[in-house]
């Protein structure tokens, strides 16, 4: 498996169309970078669920995911399944996020994510942050949208079960569906986890990646 590390990692950006949405997504990488690199800033926006109690889950929620991270988070209350509908209020949530802050990592929905809320952020994403690097994580549903990913961040053992352990504990409005289960988190992870050697990832895409692999002089 090719592996490409990274460079100082000092902000991060993680947004999500609805609560819930970054952590089941990212939940594991949220913990697994957050632990490696203590301090970091995270700014989170979550454009659903603000006011009530899906908020308190996801301050909750995220404050577990990112811990010793410098967590700054905004929950808005534009409503479920309408983003298309509330297109320009998203647009300036996300630029007013832009204005504070330059990521060197954003954490996102696919565009290809058959939600339309989900697939409506993934695809605002790049009209503001132009020159970012953005990885889109998944979501498993109903729908079932899963598809072919380039990029993983294996998880340990013990941060895949505790990824499903805070879920369980900081979602409970959520326990009721039928795909949101113990199974289902660690199953995909388990299938990730295959696809890149690991025993458990979480798997990303991206649709423009740079690399710098350094500058090839003759005679070296």
Known sequence: ?????????????????????IAIGAGGTLLTMCRARPGIRVDALVLSGGGGEREREERAALAAFCPGADLRLTVLKLPDGRLPAHWEEAK??????RERTEPDLLLAPRTDDAHQDHRGLARLLPTVFRDHLVLGYEIVKWDGDLGRMGVYQPLSPEVAEEKVRLLQEHYPSQRHRPWYDREAFLGLARIRGIECHARYAEAFATTKLTLDLGTFHQGE
């Open 92 to 97: 300036a949530a996300v630029e007013e996020l």
């Open 1 to 21: 498996m090719i592996r490409l590390g990274t460079g100082r990692l000092d902000r991060l950006v993680a947004v999500g169309a609805h609560c819930d949405d």
